[in-house]
């Protein structure tokens, strides 16, 4: 008897929340978006705010004919920081070296304390570090085979920062970071 008592109290509340002068309520009432269209415009919103380019961050050198290194482009969007890590420990040929998305991005704005992950062309690698306005600087992990994390310094580079594309939306951003992941299925040589 209980169990009736409170399942018809139960219906008898969600009924009464759905009405609207003993109708059902459309989703706009009054002129007011209602919550789920509300959100919905939020996310289009989000999606179609612009992505502004950061900088790029390389340790990068070559000899020319072959390069080693890394480097981290960041761009920001609605306050969170995205991006993409190439390169390699290894010695490359110059070209496209292996790259991937940023993903899991933590950061401090008021520290700097930044960490990520990246998939790359066989490899994962893991970033715990401090990002400043000239560089990123940190522990790279090569997972799962690194005992020893590599600590790395990238220095942003200004010439590369100036060439960044910003993009008009994160939908535009991640096409063209489609792009070049696709594009960059690189060979890999040892040094």
């Not at 109708?23 to 705010?49: E, F, I, P, Y």
């Not at 609605?78 to 991005?105: A, R, Y």
Request: proline share 4%.
């Amino acid at each position: 008897m209980f169990v009736r008592i409170w399942l018809i109290f139960g219906l008898t509340v969600f009924f009464s929340s759905c009405s609207n002068n003993g109708h059902l309520s459309n989703a706009k009432t009054s002129g007011n978006v209602s919550s789920n269209q509300a959100h919905n415009s939020k996310n289009r919103d989000r999606l179609s705010s612009p992505v502004k380019a950061i900088g790029i961050f390389s340790n990068r050198e070559s000899n020319g004919e072959h390069e080693w290194g890394y480097e981290v482009d960041i761009w920001e969007h609605n306050g969170d920081l995205i991006g993409m890590l190439s390169g390699s420990d290894s010695t490359q040929l110059v070209g496209d070296p292996p790259t991937g998305i940023l993903k899991n991005v933590m950061y401090n704005h008021s520290t700097g304390s930044i960490s990520f992950r990246a998939t790359l062309p066989g490899v994962e690698y893991k970033f715990k570090g401090t990002l400043s306005q000239k560089k990123l600087s940190g522990i790279l992990f090569d997972m799962p085979y690194d005992d020893v994390p590599e600590k790395i310094v990238l220095l942003k580079s200004q010439k590369l920062t100036a060439e960044m594309n910003e993009y008009p939306s994160l939908k535009a951003w991640q096409e063209r970071m489609d792009e070049l992941i696709e594009f960059r299925g690189v060979k890999r040589t040892s040094k």
